[in-house]
């Protein structure tokens, strides 16, 4: 899987210049320039990985890394002009996994880059295993999904709860199991968030989406119907 790394910062110098040296590196780049087009991207694209500036328009990188959490694990570089011990502080309760000064060496940030890329995808290079139901292929290693063949794209944390689903194929899962499995125990989200996952979900699966049945008062199974 090739990975693709979206920045997001408002200095478009700045931008460009980390653009280059990632394409240098042989990544893939989705570019934003500020928080509101960064989540939108973010929920339409395959991330590995988000460099993300704070200080910027519309809504700041705090938000963008606290919504991104809230959806994915997907690795986290904050990248700022502010050095202040606090804000640092925030950068990592909030879920950030590492942290870059302005100004700073785009050498040093490519090496946190790959850094991070390994840890959490240490497998790339293997055959990972991969769901077929009833022409809906789930990918595990390059978490692609395909229906009938073609590719569909989907939000980190809808990927993540199609698997859960599959993986307890056949199983009602009522709404708070699926939070717990695919948001975490720790989670203080409600019903609605599964809800609207599901929601999504079943409208990117287009003629596919009958495999997610709704179990009424409780919450939902995968199944394939013989």
């Not at 990592?92 to 940030?109: C, H, M, N, Q, R």
């Not at 293997?126 to 595990?140: A, C, R, V």
């Not at 944390?157 to 307890?168: F, T």
Request: glycine share 6%; net charge negative.
């Amino acid at each position: 899987m090739e990975e693709s790394i979206l920045v997001v910062e408002d200095e478009e110098r700045m931008r460009d210049l980390i653009e280059a040296y990632l394409r240098k590196e042989k990544f893939s780049t989705l570019m934003a320039k500020n928080g509101l087009e960064a989540i939108k991207i973010f929920d339409t694209n395959k991330v590995s990985l988000v460099i993300l500036d704070i200080m910027m328009p519309f809504m700041d990188g705090f938000d963008v890394c606290k919504y991104i959490r809230r959806n994915s694990d997907v690795p986290v570089i904050i990248l700022t002009a502010r050095s202040e011990e606090d804000d640092k502080l925030l950068g990592y309760e909030i879920g950030a996994d590492d942290y870059i000064t302005k100004p700073f060496s785009p050498k040093v940030l490519m090496a946190k880059v790959k850094a991070l890329l390994k840890r959490y995808y240490p497998d790339q290079t293997h055959n990972g295993p991969k769901t077929n139901l009833d022409g809906l292929i789930i990918d595990e290693l390059s978490h692609e999904v395909l229906i009938d063949d073609k590719e569909i794209y989907l939000s980190p944390k809808e990927y993540d709860l199609l698997l859960y689903l599959a993986r307890n194929k056949g199983i009602a899962l009522s709404r708070d199991k699926i939070l717990d499995g695919v948001w975490g125990m720790d989670y203080f989200g409600d019903a609605r968030t599964v809800d609207t996952h599901v929601k999504r979900l079943r409208e990117k699966l287009l003629n596919k989406a009958y495999l997610i049945a709704t179990i009424r008062g409780s919450g939902y199974k995968l199944e394939v119907k013989k």
